[in-house]
């Protein structure tokens, strides 16, 4: 079975400073795809940011960029200039064919 | 602009009664899910309907039981609810293999 780690809990960061994320995956699987969901306390599940596991570029948007490593199986995400609006549960995800795994999420706290 | 409706938004039940949670999308997506979120905890998918017609167990499929009514409609039925079935619903959907799946509000159901 695929499974999804996120092994911090909680993390902090100041506001404008730049947080790094962590999450590991398992799979045997060559062909599949990573996400990074934000959860806001409205309970909204919100895409951050999407990586096919075929592309070696590591995706960027805007202030939210991922240091993806197929071979350690790795896939953190890096959010630059942090605002107090990034303040949420994050949810690393994988997805090969029709299921989505979810990680057990990171609480970022943004502090002003 | 509605994207993906569930209802209701909350909801308090009583330990034998059942609860049929609707969910309904206008994206014309093929897919659809159920997931429950229980705290300290990612996402778990419940069912899935990778198309109409068809539906498939998912990680935590015991206690529920789902209906893929047309292209836009899924429901989740708890026949006779229990305690450990209190969690925040979320019903999600999506137009491709591999593309993000698109998340409704959730419900927050609770089993008294």
Redesign the interface.
């Known amino acids: 079975a695929q499974t999804?780690t996120q092994s911090q809990?909680e993390m902090s960061v100041q506001e404008a400073e730049t947080v790094t994320l962590s999450c590991t995956y398992d799979t045997s699987e060559s062909d599949y795809?990573l996400?990074w969901y934000k959860q806001p306390p409205?309970?909204?599940?919100i895409?951050v940011i999407?990586q096919?596991a075929y592309k070696q570029q590591n995706a960027t948007e805007n202030r939210f960029s991922v240091n993806f490593q197929k071979a350690a199986k790795s896939f953190s995400l890096k959010i630059s200039d942090s605002q107090l609006g990034d303040a949420a549960m994050y949810?690393c995800?994988y997805?090969v064919?029709?299921?989505?795994?979810?990680?057990?999420?990171t609480q970022l706290t943004v502090n002003p | 602009n509605a994207g993906v409706t569930q209802t209701p938004k909350f909801q308090v039940l009583k330990t034998g009664q059942s609860m049929t949670l609707q969910c309904a999308q206008d994206m014309n997506h093929n897919s659809m899910y159920w997931y429950r979120q229980d705290p300290g905890m990612g996402l778990r998918l419940i069912y899935y309907s990778a198309s109409e017609g068809t539906t498939d167990k998912g990680e935590v499929p015991n206690g529920y039981n789902v209906s893929r009514l047309n292209k836009r409609e899924f429901s989740l039925r708890l026949e006779s609810a229990a305690p450990s079935q209190t969690s925040v619903y979320f019903c999600a959907s999506r137009l491709k293999p591999h593309q993000p799946q698109h998340f409704g509000d959730g419900t927050r159901l609770s089993i008294l």
């Not at chain 1, 064919?97 to 999420?105: D, K, M, Y």
Request: net charge positive; hydrophobic share 40%.
């Open positions: 999804v809990p795809y996400f409205s309970r909204q599940m895409l999407r096919e949810f995800a997805m064919g029709s299921r989505l795994t979810f990680g057990e999420g």
